[in-house]
């Protein structure tokens, strides 16, 4: 599958040129409690700083 996953957190392991996101998973989870309404209530847990 071909997918085209754009991120501009340059200071992740998965971040590659172009801003694209090199992961082969995303998960993305719910901030809060209650159910998400905007963007700010997700989180990305696929996250990993580059070493």
Known sequence: MNQRILCEVDNCTYWGKGNRCNADVIYVTNQ???EAID????GCKTFKPEE
């Open 39 to 42: 963007t700010e209530d997700t």
């Open 32 to 34: 809060t409690a209650e």
